[in-house]
């Protein structure tokens, strides 16, 4: 039996439409990309979520005191050191450790904050935004964010600040010199970044 050329015909080709999007990108998005393809895609794509890490709480007690503080400066209200000790008792988390060692930490932490908001209110002349939102978007691609601090410092320049819980050395692996180009980009307009 032969094999008729119309038997033999193919569907070879299949078309597909894709429908052009503008990507909507943060830099947690980002950074997952750079970090790790393979994570980016489980987070991102599949919508994975994994338990928050010990460094994960840490910075989330780390920004909230912040915050806190930033607040009182906006407002020119002072914080005491006893004031600095309810604003840090307010957000601690436990650490996965015995009670001795985390209230060593929280003391060493309460040390560091009061020290921050010293160098802070020396520095910086006007505290313009906390914990800043935005959204750039253009023709290519839609960028949102989250800016930790935008000051004026005694120059009369406008810096964006955001802060890392992690030792000096691990700083690099956050890209954040990436992280705080692009959102100088993104908020150049609106507070004339320097």
């Not at 950074?31 to 709480?57: A, E, H, K, W």
């Not at 960028?143 to 992690?166: P, Q, S």
Request: aromatic fraction near 10%; charge should be negative; hydrophobic fraction near 35%.
């Amino acid at each position: 039996d032969e094999i008729s050329e119309d038997e033999l015909e193919l569907e070879i080709e299949k078309k597909y439409s894709v429908e052009k999007r503008v990507p909507s990108l943060n830099y947690s998005s980002i950074n997952t990309f750079i970090d790790c393809p393979l994570r980016y895609t489980l987070i991102y794509d599949y919508g994975f979520v994994t338990p928050p890490s010990f460094m994960q709480n840490l910075g989330s007690f780390i920004h909230n005191v912040l915050q806190r503080i930033h607040e009182h400066m906006k407002k020119d209200k002072n914080i005491s050191p006893d004031e600095m000790k309810k604003i840090v008792s307010t957000y601690w988390i436990d650490l996965p450790m015995g009670p001795k060692r985390n209230e060593t930490i929280r003391n060493k932490l309460i040390k560091e904050f009061v020290a921050y908001y010293i160098f802070a209110k020396e520095n910086y002349a006007e505290i313009v935004a906390i914990e800043e939102s935005f959204s750039h978007i253009d023709d290519n691609m839609i960028v949102k964010g989250k800016i930790d601090l935008i000051v004026k410092d005694k120059e009369g320049n406008t810096d964006l600040i955001d802060f890392k819980a992690r030792k000096q050395e691990g700083i690099e692996k956050t890209n954040v010199d990436k992280q705080l180009q692009i959102y100088s980009y993104c908020l150049d307009e609106q507070y004339d970044i320097n």
